[in-house]
């Protein structure tokens, strides 16, 4: 936020009809007034850290991600019998494929 967009935000937590807020460079406010100016502060901040569903999106796919690598990674280890070895090589491969669709 910019200082013109808090200080707006300021005025507009004032209630016009006791006495105009900012005086001679000094600001009169009351704890009313003080308690609405920070609820509107933090609801401009709860909308400025809002994620997106992009962002979502992206969080949850380096997840799933990791995770498929992770499973995958698992397939390293080799039991010495080509049989089983391919099949694990072919699991690990379709683990990773799931990335790519």
Sequence with gaps: MTQDEIIAMLRAS???DRVDPEQNG???IVTDELVAFANL???QERKRMAW???HWT???HNIASAEREACAALCNWRTGIQQVDAAID????????RGQA
């Design 41 to 43: 502060v933090a609801q």
């Design 58 to 60: 992206e969080y949850e």
């Design 14 to 16: 004032c209630d016009k």
């Design 90 to 97: 072919t699991c690990a491969a379709a683990i990773r494929a």
């Design 26 to 28: 000094f600001w009169v």
């Design 52 to 54: 997106t569903q992009d």
